[in-house]
Each structure stands twice: as C-alpha cells, then as structure tokens.
C-alpha cells in the first residue's frame, strides 16, 4: 500500500515558489519526525529540512530564510514552501517520515523540482 504521497514540484523560474506536500497513510503510528531531502543529478540526498511532532524546525544553511516546512498533524500532512528559488535548488525532493526514537522510517517517491536560469 502507498504508505507516504507525494504533491507538488514541477518546473519555475529562478526567483519563483513551489509548495510540496507530502501526506502519510493512517497505518503509520506514532509519526514524530517528518522531513523533506533532496537529490541532486550525480550528488548525494541531503536534508532540506525537519519539523517535529511538537513543531521544532531544522533547516540546511543552504535554505534557511527561503524555505519553510510545516505539518498538519490531524492530517498526517508535511508542507514544504520553497520561495526564491535558485536552479541550485533543482533535484528530487524526498518526503521522509519517521517514528518515535527512529524506530521506522518511511520514503516518498520523490518529485522532481526544476528550477530554470
């Protein structure tokens, strides 16, 4: 079953926003952190940004002030709003979702971001 799905990406201009949604199954229990990643073509995955249960906020340096996440627990539902982006910030974003003390850990299938010059 479709345990972590996915919504929003796509093609903008640098300067642009994009919001990214990602909504977890109802099987998943006890979801503490959700997070978004991203892969870039011939790089690493690496965080972009986390959001606690209790709504603590972690971001990489490279999108603090310009990205935002945020969560709807009711809803099982992470957000992330990508504003003034930059065609550095083009790659595959991962929807990442885990449990207390890390005990599972669930991927999105990822959706692609392009940022065009």
């Known amino acids: 079953q479709v345990q972590l799905e996915e919504s929003g990406g796509g093609l903008v201009q640098a300067g642009g926003s994009v919001r990214l949604s990602c909504t977890a199954s109802s099987s998943i229990l006890s979801i503490n952190t959700m997070g978004w990643y991203r892969q870039a073509p011939g790089k690493q995955r690496e965080l972009v940004a986390t959001?606690?249960?209790?709504?603590?906020?972690s971001y990489a340096d490279s999108v603090k002030g310009r990205f935002a996440i945020s969560r709807d627990n009711a809803k099982n539902t992470v957000y992330l709003q990508m504003n003034s982006l930059k065609p550095e910030d083009t790659a595959v974003y991962y929807c990442r979702v885990s449990t207390h003390m890390e005990t599972y850990a669930y991927w999105g299938q990822g959706t692609q971001v392009t940022v065009s010059s």
């Open positions: 959001i606690t249960r209790g709504g603590s906020t």
